[in-house]
């Protein structure tokens, strides 16, 4: 009985925070909606008329961020002033996304264009969550158009393959994407890449089992619960931007993309490996992250 009792503590401890995100999910959507109703509000989701309401939401999540995670955000001054391609790596949980995206709007008052995957559209009761926050799907119509409004817009190559099969190794799985590099080229915007520092030791996947890789391939739909939510130390970095080249080729954005993704003017895999070692564990490991928290010499 006091087994039983210790392992289902262990279970609930491990799944309590990523239900605990959702809840706040559904929440935020809830007050958005309250919102909508008592200010008869029914201008397009991505105008200013929004902001008062986004502004209180980004508070929220960035309280939160500060408290949960010790949340910090580098490389803001690497932002264009203009349109650009935010190029990030994808968590088990992309919560270290939902804090960039308070963070930024508190700070400069932007509004970051996010592409998400079809399954995320398909969620029932976020709507206006998505619209409001900017969740776009990721045809190449729709972010050309994003990017001629001046807005940023930020994407995964791996997308919730890269959530679910990446790990502590913090490994790319981007497979043969490259859509957004030609995206790019089209729109003449620049490449930003951005990663998080421990968010896999935040929250993480079950080891890679063959039935749920071919149950995702096959189906497209996340069945693999993440587990986690310990307060690691969080640190966002944003690398300088590639810029518009006329002369290269998606493919070779695509490369220089996986070469800087974790900052900043490095050119060669060599030069990237020691910043990931600076910055980053590999594997990563759970309790330094921890107490990364307490580590003063690093802010």
């Not at 935010?86 to 930024?104: C, E, K, Q, T």
């Not at 690398?239 to 695509?254: H, Q």
Request: net charge positive; glycine share 6%.
């Amino acid at each position: 009985l006091i087994i039983a009792s210790l392992t289902i503590s262990a279970i609930l401890v491990f799944f309590v925070v990523p239900l605990t995100i959702i809840f706040f999910i559904y929440l935020t959507n809830f007050l958005l909606l309250i919102y909508q109703r008592n200010n008869e509000v029914k201008a397009d989701p991505l105008s200013d008329v929004w902001n008062s309401i986004r502004k209180t939401i980004a508070s929220f999540w960035d309280i939160y961020a500060r408290i949960w995670h010790g949340y910090e955000l580098h490389g803001v001054q690497n932002l264009p002033e203009g349109p650009g391609i935010l190029v990030y790596y994808h968590g088990a949980i992309p919560i270290d996304y939902l804090y960039f995206l308070s963070r930024l709007f508190l700070w400069k008052k932007r509004l970051c264009l996010s592409v998400a995957d079809h399954f995320v559209f398909r969620l029932p009761g976020l709507k206006l969550l998505l619209g409001v926050t900017g969740v776009i799907p990721g045809t190449r119509e729709e972010c050309l158009a994003a990017l001629k409004n001046g807005y940023l817009v930020s994407i995964s190559p791996g997308g919730v393959r890269e959530a679910l099969f990446s790990d502590e190794s913090y490994q790319l799985v981007w497979g043969n994407r490259k859509g957004f590099a030609q995206v790019a080229l089209e729109a003449k915007v620049p490449i930003i890449p951005m990663y998080t520092q421990n968010v896999r030791e935040g929250y993480r996947m079950f080891k890679e089992r063959r039935f749920f890789r071919q149950l995702y391939e096959s189906t497209r739909l996340p069945f693999t619960p993440p587990y986690g939510g310990l307060p690691v130390k969080f640190r966002t970095y944003i690398g300088k931007p590639i810029p518009y080249d006329p002369n290269i080729t998606a493919e070779e954005l695509v490369e220089k993309v996986c070469k800087g993704k974790f900052l900043f003017s490095f050119q060669t895999k060599t030069a990237v490996q020691a910043l990931i070692s600076k910055h980053q564990t590999i594997p990563g490991n759970i309790w330094k992250a921890l107490l990364e928290r307490f580590d003063k010499r690093r802010k």
